[in-house]
């Protein structure tokens, strides 16, 4: 287990317990403390609390699909549901050849260079001109304390250049994400979480989202994703939930149009008679803020088509 | 074969029994009453992310029946309404407890 951040805590060397402790970064008091600290520990493991951090996380959830399907190679998964369905993956591949959401990165790339009337362009808001960077999205703004997307950074860049937000569901907002996708194809997913206590709890919202069954057909993104993915629902096969984002926004037949990354959350949370939050409203964002953390490693292919 | 004969007039004595008494109370305080009590446990369902689809259409519905007089509906549609919102809050109050089982942990694969 390879944790970023370890701290140093003194005493109790050689003491099996001790050491573990200290590997998930808890001090313990010294000698008679220590023991009811101990007491205390087991039972709260006993209760099942996990005391896991993202990268361990990470790595179990890459594992667990890893023990599904020894056959498929990591970076398949990019690929979702047609890296597990040869029929529709045939198709798909068909279609690649007249990518539906090409003239989305024409227009994306137009607006993205055009210049505010201020004489700045979306280029002056983010790092190398706004070029290749999607996989850092999203991340943590430890001076706002929130989770920003790469649509909320598109409508926080306007907004500082004194233009009027974006909607989000379709439109110049997904033009412009697709063609900043498009400049980072092959770019590996790098989602970061400071050592910034918000971050971690922003984090483990996400992840009790993704966990929580909703909705009146119970299921929750888990039971999908994972534990039915490469199973049929209503003629579709279920894509695994790793490297599920890295193609967003992304053309759907279903849509006739593209759509980011949210619309798809509503969709879902409507196939299970959950009721849909808001796009890029907080909880949605540290959806996102997980599920694209458990890709971290595998390559932006984005934007994407899907039927 | 008595036997037989005779649980099934229970059953349907039972049957006309319970019809008898809805159809009894069934009026526009009742109906009012049983819309209510749905709309009461539909907000204790209502955090976000945590609300069914499913309940909002019933207790249209129910509304709808109530004000064209048919009470009866009105009421069979508020208690169903009422009975997803209790699973609602039901599966969040579970859910709480119990999300933690499914993460995967290396340690016990």
């Known amino acids: ?307 | 074969m008595l036997q037989r004969v005779l649980i099934i007039t229970v059953f349907l004595i039972a049957c006309s029994c319970s019809e008898s008494e809805t159809e009894g109370t069934a009026n526009r305080e009742t109906a009012q009453l049983a819309i209510r009590q749905a709309e009461t446990m539909q907000m204790a369902a209502g955090q976000p992310g945590l609300e069914w689809t499913s309940i909002e259409p019933l207790l249209d519905a129910a509304r709808k029946a109530a004000v064209q007089g048919d009470f009866k509906k009105a009421i069979t549609l508020a208690k169903e309404a009422e009975r997803h919102a209790e699973a609602a809050v039901k599966q969040a109050g579970y859910e709480r407890q119990h999300w933690q089982e499914r993460v995967p942990h290396r340690e016990n694969k």
């Open chain 1, 1 to 307: 287990m390879d944790r970023q951040h370890r701290g140093e805590c003194h005493g109790g060397n050689g003491d099996p317990v001790i050491s573990q402790l200290k590997e998930k970064k808890i001090c313990p008091p010294s000698n008679y403390v220590a023991r009811s600290f101990y007491v205390g520990l087991v039972l709260l493991l006993a209760c099942n609390i996990v005391l896991a951090d993202p990268e361990s996380d990470r790595r179990a959830f890459v594992a667990y699909f890893q023990a599904r399907f020894p056959d498929v190679p990591l970076h398949e998964y990019v690929n979702g549901a047609y890296a597990f369905d040869a029929g529709a993956r045939e198709q798909w591949l068909a279609i690649e050849e007249f990518p539906p959401y090409e003239y989305a990165i024409d227009e994306g790339k137009e607006l993205f260079n055009k210049t505010f009337p201020n004489g700045n362009s979306y280029g002056s808001c983010f790092s190398d001109g706004g070029i290749g960077i999607r996989q850092n999205f999203p991340y943590f703004d430890t001076a706002s304390g929130q989770v920003v997307t790469l649509e909320l950074a598109i409508n926080q860049c306007r907004e500082k250049n004194g233009e009027a937000p974006l909607p989000y569901l379709k439109g110049e907002m997904i033009s412009i994400s697709a063609y900043m996708a498009y400049t980072s194809r092959g770019r590996k997913i790098n989602i970061l979480i400071p050592n910034d206590p918000r971050a971690l709890a922003a984090y483990e919202e996400g992840k009790q989202f993704f966990y929580t069954r909703r909705g009146q057909l119970n299921f929750s993104c888990y039971h999908c994703h994972m534990e039915y993915a490469t199973k049929q629902l209503r003629a579709q096969t279920l894509s695994p939930a790793l490297g599920q984002a890295s193609h967003f926004p992304v053309y759907r037949s279903q849509w006739e149009a593209m759509g980011s990354l949210h619309r798809r959350y509503i969709d879902c949370n409507e196939q299970t008679r959950s009721k849909p939050l808001t796009q890029q409203g907080r909880e949605y964002r540290n959806l996102e803020y997980f599920h694209t953390y458990m890709s971290n490693g595998l390559e932006i292919n984005g934007p994407g088509s899907r039927r």
